[in-house]
RNA sequence: GGGCUCGUGGUGCAGCCUGGUUAGCACACUGGACUGUCAAUCCAGAGGUCGCGGGUUCAAAUCCCGUCGAGCCCGCCA
């Protein structure tokens, strides 16, 4: 009989019934003990499950076992006994058996834990960077991890078998245009020169395209120097990027939507998951209904355009901002005319915290309305005020008066309030949309000058003769997000691969023909030797596998994140490097004052 | 860069609004008891510059100011 493996045999979690009267080798982490003097319990963890193991108080074991604190490493080799059945326990997968310790090795032992692992308490996220290691014992962030594993192989399959092929760009390359903050990696060889770390391989997978590929894609990291939000994971993070040749904007549609359909059902767990082809909507039209460009659809609120209810009328606070150009927009409430005075107050404060005077209202019931301003509405207007909203008796209706994108933005965050204040938001869907038609350039405020709205390199509808001839502000872009439950997945674009057009879409921007040149001069010079046209788009990994995990924070599915301040508390990242490092890379360093005591710049 | 919230033994929280006892509870830790538990239980113990600095006061964890740190948000995110 061949030897018994030194440190298992099985795996803790796939003990069963029909183990019984084996003798097996477990190693694991002791994740709880329960002491009874002539009996102990110790409960064995691996990656795979738990397993209740037992001496008895004849064991010479017990004296060290007993003394064995939480999250010890431990080898045990014993046999698989059945349990009593009033000692089953169906909470574990493994609760018909337990293991009879015959023998016991100590691996590792553990010192007394900062943190609790065998416990799902809410913890400091502080606490649980620090001791990453350990957080990520604990069932929660465990699986979210493994979750992500399976995620993104399954992208990885469904990518290679809708006919992509997979490759790698440089992490080391030039800092891009534009965009974000770049992360700059100083140069040795050449003084005073800097690499930047990519904020996506936008300019590689164009060139790939250029090089004559047709399907590219890539786990790609993204890095870049911009501060953290709950959804957001400051310096680093992944997108599912995806580029292809000879395509129109539903050619990529038709190749992206199969493969995020089919990773969200097959990890959904039952919940419902928009089918192809998935709703588009024209950024105009978001902006407008749900006043923003992100729509959650489980909300099904829409917003009403109720200008015209309110011009002319004798309620002066929107009648007179309307006669000079403002808006007003309205969200319904259904049923909340039985909600009581507190909910408006709540929500007019609420209005007040975002910035808005506060948040206008009519109640309509009993066959009437009430409300703050409701005498100023006749009947001729209210009627008006249904027909557009839809609102019927028993409902409310809130309304934002200004100019137009600020009433959009706030009608927006009104809906998104509203669904969730009133329950309307629908439970264990996954809402997919994609939002198309955006503005190739937007007016900078501050400025006064015309930027790029999102990708400088998307071909802007209507190609050179839009450029030439239209309000620059007008022009819409083959540019579109996907869009699921109101979070933003990725952007995308039909690319513009002609130089002629290049040229004349960066000068409406403020570039000249040299600064193009110098800033993509590689990508721009290869699309002048016969440059396919292409699109594509990038989901985010982590925000995917953030919405399949249920978690609200980008963090609880990144295995070792940064805080919010861009710092691995951990690895100790960003830390000092010594001065002889900086001299080879021909760096003095010109730091701000330090006289408090400067314990932020450690 | 700005706004809001938070900071109390190793860990999570209470106490603060309305200043005044020995700063309380749970988990972990140490010692003891216990033959079947599965969040084991029971008894005992150790462990605290109440983030830091200043102020008000007879007296500050508590009130005020400043500062540092964390989270969320705004800015930023082609």
């Known amino acids: 009989m061949a030897p018994m493996h030194s440190l298992r045999t ?144 399954s ?39 800097f690499y930047a770390l990519p904020q996506a391989p936008q300019q590689f997978k164009q060139l790939l395209m250029t090089s004559g590929f047709d399907r590219y894609f890539q786990i790609a990291p993204c890095f870049r120097d911009e501060d953290g939000r709950a959804d957001r994971s400051p310096g680093e993070f992944y997108q599912l990027d995806v ?11 038709a190749a992206l939507e199969p493969v995020l359909h089919g990773v969200f059902v097959e990890f959904a767990e039952g919940a419902a998951v928009t089918p192809p082809p998935f709703p588009r909507i024209p950024f105009g039209e978001a902006m407008a209904k749900y006043g923003s ?11 009403a355009d109720v200008t015209e209810v309110f011009r002319g009328s004798t309620f002066s606070a929107f009648a007179t901002p309307v006669a000079s150009g403002a808006v007003v927009r309205a969200v319904r409430a259904p049923g909340a005319a039985a909600q009581p ?20 209202y009519v ?94 390199f998307s071909m802007p509808q209507g190609g050179l003769e839009v450029l030439e001839k239209a309000d620059p502000l007008t022009i819409k872009a083959f540019q579109y997000d996907i869009v699921c439950n109101g979070v933003e997945l990725s952007s995308g674009a039909i690319r513009n691969h002609r130089p002629d057009i290049m040229y004349r879409a960066f000068a409406i921007a403020g570039y000249g023909r040299d600064e193009v040149e110098a800033r993509f001069g590689g990508m721009l010079n290869a699309f002048k030797y016969g440059a ?25 599915v990144i295995a070792f994140p940064m805080n919010q301040q861009a710092q691995d508390l951990l690895m100790q990242a960003p830390g000092p490097v010594a001065p002889e490092r900086l001299k080879e890379l021909h760096i003095k360093l010109d730091l701000p004052n330090a006289d408090g005591e400067g314990s932020s710049r450690r």
């Open 10 to 153: 099985h795996t803790c979690g796939e003990l069963r019934r029909e183990h019984t009267g084996l003798t097996v080798r477990l190693s694991g982490w002791l994740h709880r003990k329960r002491d009874h003097a002539n009996v102990l319990f110790l409960d064995l963890r691996d990656h795979y499950g738990v397993v209740q193991c037992v001496l008895d108080g004849a064991s010479p074991l017990l004296k060290t076992a007993e003394a064995l604190r939480l999250e010890s490493v431990i080898t045990v080799t014993g046999q698989v006994v059945a349990r009593a059945p009033d000692a089953i326990n169906p909470r574990l997968a493994t609760g018909e058996v337990e293991v009879a310790v015959g023998e016991l090795t100590i691996q590792s032992t553990a010192d007394p834990l900062p943190l609790p692992v065998n416990s799902d308490t809410e913890l400091p996220e502080e606490t649980r960077l620090r001791y990453r290691f350990l957080d990520l014992r604990r069932e929660r962030l465990h699986r979210n991890i493994v979750l992500r594993s399976r995620v993104i192989a």
């Open 155 to 193: 992208i990885r399959r469904r990518m290679i078998e809708s006919g992509f092929m997979e490759f790698q760009t440089p992490i080391l390359t030039s800092s891009s245009p534009e965009g974000a903050r770049d992360y700059l990696v100083p140069s040795r060889v050449h003084p005073g020169k």
């Open 243 to 253: 580029e292809m040749a000879f395509v129109t904007q539903e050619d990529v549609f």
């Open 293 to 303: 460009d992100k729509p959650d659809l489980r909300n099904p609120l829409l917003i």
């Open 341 to 360: 005075r507190s909910f408006f107050d709540k929500l007019g404060q609420w209005a007040r915290e975002q910035g808005a005077p506060g948040l206008g």
């Open 363 to 456: 109640i309509l019931a009993d066959g009437g309305a009430r409300g703050p301003i409701a005498r100023f509405l006749d009947a001729d207007r209210l009627a008006q005020l249904a027909a557009a909203t839809g609102a019927r008796d028993g409902d409310a209706c809130f309304f934002v008066c200004d100019g137009k994108p600020a009433a959009e933005r706030l009608a927006g965050r009104v809906r998104l309030r509203l669904g969730e204040e009133l329950g309307l938001i629908e439970p264990n869907a996954f809402r997919f949309c994609w939002v198309t038609d955006f503005p190739m350039y937007e007016l900078n405020e501050d400025t006064k000058k015309i930027e790029f709205s999102h990708n400088p």
């Open 532 to 556: 396919p046209p292409h699109g594509g788009s990038a989901p985010g990994i982590d925000r995917i596998v953030m919405l399949l995990a249920g978690e609200t924070n980008i963090r609880e």
